[in-house]
């Protein structure tokens, strides 16, 4: 285990960086407010599936790879972008919206996909682990692997507890705006137009 210090500072960092705006904070925000908080718990646990795979990819040496290979993050970056552009497709074609209140269950299975696939096809996310997470490894502990694998699964309930509260905060915000379920063909609309943007931004870094 890391040090209480080691462990606190940790913690505040990642917090820290939880709070900055990015792809998995508007991805979560939008289907929280589309599927409701049955649905952001689901898109939680995805988020926080991708990050343990990181955290084991990282603890076997894999993250130095990606680091040092252009050719690797340039496939990472395009199929990343081509997963958020599928996504807004299926969210600008007419189909009939969960409601808040039940999120079938293989609903509730194509969110939990959806969120694992975003967030471990996203660039950004695999160089944050490959470079933050080494910075908290302390010599003379464990060995750097178990340290890491510890680090990374403290992360990742942050992690599931930071985004599920935000989609829940989405689902919120949704029954404000357009409460009744009036209004959801237009979320849907502009949750096409978010992800197909988010796309953009992914093929342009």
Same mark, same amino acid.
């Given at each position: 285990?890391p040090s209480?210090?080691? +462990?606190a500072?940790?913690?505040?960092?990642?917090?820290?960086?939880? %709070?900055?705006?990015g792809? #998995?904070?508007a991805? @979560? !925000?939008?289907?929280?407010a589309?599927?409701?908080?049955?649905?952001a718990i689901h898109i939680?646990?995805?988020?926080?599936?991708?990050?343990?795979?990181?955290?084991l990819?990282i603890a076997?040496?894999l993250?130095?790879?990606?680091l040092h290979?252009?050719?690797?993050?340039s496939c990472?970056r395009?199929?990343g972008?081509?997963y958020?552009f599928?996504?807004?497709?299926?969210?600008w074609?007419p189909?009939?919206?969960?409601?808040a209140?039940?999120?079938? +269950?293989?609903?509730?299975r194509?969110l939990?996909g959806?969120?694992? %696939?975003?967030?471990?096809l #996203?660039?950004k996310? @695999? !160089?944050f682990f490959?470079?933050f997470?080494?910075?908290?490894v302390?010599a003379?502990?464990a060995p750097?692997p178990?340290?890491l694998?510890?680090l990374?699964i403290?992360?990742t309930?942050?992690?599931?507890?930071?985004?599920a509260l935000l989609g829940?905060a989405?689902?919120?915000?949704?029954?404000?705006?357009?409460?009744?379920?009036?209004g959801?063909p237009?979320?849907?609309?502009?949750t096409?137009?978010?992800?197909?943007m988010l796309g953009?931004?992914? +093929?342009?870094?």
């Amino acid at each position: 285990m890391p040090s209480s210090a080691t +462990l606190a500072l940790f913690s505040t960092a990642v917090l820290l960086l939880l %709070l900055a705006p990015g792809p #998995n904070m508007a991805f @979560v !925000l939008i289907h929280g407010a589309r599927y409701g908080w049955r649905g952001a718990i689901h898109i939680a646990l995805g988020i926080g599936a991708a990050d343990i795979v990181l955290t084991l990819l990282i603890a076997a040496g894999l993250g130095l790879f990606f680091l040092h290979s252009p050719l690797a993050q340039s496939c990472v970056r395009l199929m990343g972008a081509a997963y958020l552009f599928y996504l807004a497709w299926r969210a600008w074609t007419p189909t009939r919206l969960a409601t808040a209140e039940t999120v079938p +269950l293989l609903a509730a299975r194509a969110l939990w996909g959806r969120a694992f %696939l975003n967030s471990l096809l #996203n660039p950004k996310a @695999v !160089l944050f682990f490959a470079l933050f997470l080494p910075q908290f490894v302390e010599a003379g502990r464990a060995p750097a692997p178990a340290q890491l694998v510890v680090l990374g699964i403290w992360l990742t309930m942050l992690s599931v507890l930071f985004h599920a509260l935000l989609g829940m905060a989405g689902s919120l915000m949704c029954r404000w705006i357009a409460p009744g379920g009036h209004g959801r063909p237009a979320i849907a609309r502009l949750t096409a137009a978010i992800l197909a943007m988010l796309g953009c931004i992914c +093929l342009l870094r």
